[in-house]
């Protein structure tokens, strides 16, 4: 058991049950042209989270720890789409519809996939997703319990909806829940504060927050690297 710096308190960092998730850092949301940009958005606010992900995750390859992606989106024939997310917001193009890299948020699209910064290699899984939580019409939780994992570290985008999401149904299923503060992020700086101070709020309701240079340097004492 090793110490990891965190909010409201130190985390309890056990290797032999964590594992590394991270969430939806897919090019339709992180990459100039795509889906996020489509709706308005500034790109350079989630970009800001790509180094600090990839200094993470060649840290905790190295240790050999499980490391586990998602990426929200949905089948070609949108048959797991909700005609009510289709059409939120009102914009003129919508899931679904072409975009710059393809079909937009559809499965087997460029768009819907990770960034190459962060592509998964061999041996990582990697979940699709139809909905904001990733535990929600998956089969993640069959993938931590068979693996014994216990600890989830949180990074991936947005803070304030898909990571905020996921961390409560992880709370609710019994996980303990690390969430990087550098390495998540949302396209509104303030959803971002915000959605950090809501998981540690009231002695930490949802999970810790904390920063990767601190596990890193754990990673590093531990002799996992």
């Not at 049950?17 to 939806?24: K, P, R």
């Not at 709370?171 to 950090?196: I, K, Q």
């Not at 998981?199 to 002799?223: E, H, M, P, R, Y």
């Given at each position: ?120 290699i061999a041996g990582e899984p990697v ?99």
């Open positions: 058991m090793a110490v990891v710096r965190a909010e409201p308190y130190d985390f309890a960092f056990d290797p032999a049950q964590a594992a590394l998730l991270i969430i939806d850092m897919q090019r339709d949301f992180l990459e100039p042209g795509g889906f996020g940009e489509m709706l308005g958005n500034d790109v350079g606010q989630l970009r800001r989270a790509i180094e600090p992900n990839r200094r993470l995750l060649a840290a905790w390859r190295a240790a050999g720890l499980p490391v586990i992606h998602t990426r929200e989106g949905h089948r070609p024939d949108l048959s797991d789409l909700p005609p009510a997310k289709k059409v939120r917001g009102g914009g003129k193009t919508t899931i679904g519809d072409p975009g710059p890299m393809g079909r937009i948020l559809v499965r087997g699209e460029a768009g819907h996939d990770i960034i190459p910064e962060l592509y998964p979940v699709d997703k139809p909905g904001k939580g990733a535990f929600f019409a998956t089969d993640l939780e069959a993938i931590l319990k068979h693996r014994g994992v216990k600890q989830l570290v949180v990074t991936g985008v947005t803070t304030e909806v898909c990571v905020n999401t996921t961390v409560r149904e992880a709370n609710d299923r019994g996980f303990d829940c690390l969430v990087l503060a550098d390495c998540t992020g949302s396209y509104f700086p303030e959803f971002h504060a915000m959605g950090l101070n809501m998981i540690k709020a009231q002695g930490g309701i949802f999970g810790w927050v904390g920063d990767s240079a601190d596990l890193i340097a754990t990673l590093g004492a531990s002799g996992m690297k």
